[in-house]
């Protein structure tokens, strides 16, 4: 992570502080081992809520189709509690849950309309997030961000320069 997102971090760290204690509370409650890269994240800020000034902006690949998303802020401890359940229950459209047991989310999406959530798959740490689609008969969707949280965190940036890589507007 580059210095100015760090500084970036430190200063927007305001909402929960994770300790050790607590990270192994949330292992146990998934019965996983976090990955280290996150677990660090999680000891050095804690839950972040994002403002206007820094890198929130990232790539989200939905089968053919890359789009830029932002993230709102990540979860604190009962968050990341609460909203699994929340997304493990029996949605109405096909009566299946809206994530697999496997995907914990750790923040949210800066979405107008709904609550969307960046995942971290508990089998091999990739990043993920849930995209409500348009069609309001359909389920929601899931779509690939990053293999690592650390390759994540590295892709965050102004959502102009993205614009400019993926040649939008």
């Not at 000891?43 to 089968?63: A, Q, T």
């Not at 069609?135 to 959502?159: P, Y």
């Amino acid at each position: 992570m580059n210095n100015k997102l760090k500084t970036n971090f430190k200063k927007q760290a305001l909402k929960t502080k994770f300790n050790n204690e607590v990270i192994s509370e949330l292992e146990k409650y998934f019965n996983i081992e976090l990955a280290i890269d996150y677990k660090e994240f999680l000891l050095n800020y804690g839950s972040v809520l994002f403002e206007l000034g820094l890198p929130d902006s990232f790539i989200v690949k939905y089968d053919d189709e890359e789009k830029i998303e932002n993230i709102l802020n990540f979860l604190s401890f009962q968050e990341i509690i609460d909203a699994y359940s929340l997304l493990r229950e029996k949605n109405k459209y096909d009566g299946e849950p809206q994530i697999e047991y496997h995907m914990i989310p750790i923040a949210y999406m800066n979405e107008s309309y709904s609550r969307n959530y960046i995942l971290i798959n508990k089998k091999d740490n990739s990043i993920w997030c849930t995209k409500e689609v348009e069609d309001f008969d359909a389920e929601k969707v899931t779509g690939f961000i990053a293999n690592s949280f650390t390759e994540f965190i590295k892709s965050l940036e102004d959502e102009n320069d993205l614009e400019d890589k993926l040649k939008i507007g």
